[in-house]
T-cell receptor, first 111, second 116 residues
Framework: TQLLEQSPQFLSIQEGENLTVYCNSS?????LQWYRQEPGEGPVLLVT?????EVKKLKRLTFQFGDARKDSSLHITAAQPGDTGLYLC???????????FGKGTKLSVIP | EAEVAQSPRYKITEKSQAVAFWCDPI?????LYWYRQILGQGPELLVQ????????DSQLPKDRFSAERLKGVDSTLKIQPAELGDSAMYLC??????????????FGQGTRLTVV
């Protein structure tokens, strides 16, 4: 099983601030996804990255896949209270359909 | 919009009792996952199906947990007997299987299990 480490574990910021969360592994992933989960609900897919060095933007969210496909970051610009939630990264190894999740970063954006 | 259906949404059961969860994946999705999630942590894979076959159940406590997907469509996860430590959110997800090893998973709303 491939391990994904997310940091920080908890993050509390003021509305309008920028933030970055990280997802790291010693293993290479064929693809990596980011999900957002609200309390009591299932995770919702935000983005998938598959190419080393790839950058994807989703409104105020910017996702980057490391060149070696072992790590990824999520950057949020001008955070809003609606961004509050648990952010999870998940990856699958080369030739595998098994999806492994990190422990998540719990983000709180204070109005 | 197609979605993964799970039931029940909430379940309270006494320890030593049996409990079952049901999942109906998105139509056409060959891969089905059952995950367990402790509050505030990431989901942990219990079992993964490809059509009706189990492809990974290495983390499934087989002395008390069982899972089936008889016709390769919907699935049932059972716990018997339930223990206090089984209290968690049980999530079902499905994904397409294609030549690109697509693992984008779509989750249901989960079943919140409380064992008392």
């Amino acid at each position: 099983t491939q391990l994904l480490e997310q940091s920080p574990q908890f993050l509390s910021i003021q509305e309008g601030e920028n933030l970055t969360v990280y997802c790291n592994s010693s293993s290479v992933f064929s693809s990596l996804q980011w999900y957002r989960q609200e309390p009591g609900e299932g995770p919702v897919l935000l983005v998938t990255v598959v190419t080393g060095g790839e950058v994807k933007k989703l409104k105020r969210l910017t996702f980057q896949f490391g060149d070696a496909r072992k790590d990824s970051s999520l950057h949020i610009t001008a955070a809003q209270p609606g961004d509050t939630g648990l952010y999870l990264c998940a990856g699958a190894g080369a030739g595998s359909y098994q999806l492994t999740f990190g422990k998540g970063t719990k983000l709180s954006v204070i109005p | 919009e197609a979605e993964v259906a799970q039931s029940p949404r909430y379940k309270i059961t006494e320890k030593s009792q049996a409990v079952a969860f049901w999942c109906d994946p998105i139509s056409g999705h060959a891969t089905l996952y059952w995950y367990r999630q402790i509050l505030g942590q990431g989901p942990e894979l219990l079992v993964q199906f490809q059509d009706e076959s189990v492809v990974d159940d290495s983390q499934l406590p087989k002395d008390r947990f069982s899972a089936e997907r008889l016709k390769g469509v919907d699935s049932t996860l059972k716990i018997q007997p339930a223990e206090l430590g089984d209290s968690a959110m049980y999530l079902c997800a499905s994904s397409l299987r294609d030549s690109r090893f697509n693992t984008e998973a779509f989750f249901g709303q989960g079943t919140r299990l409380t064992v008392v």
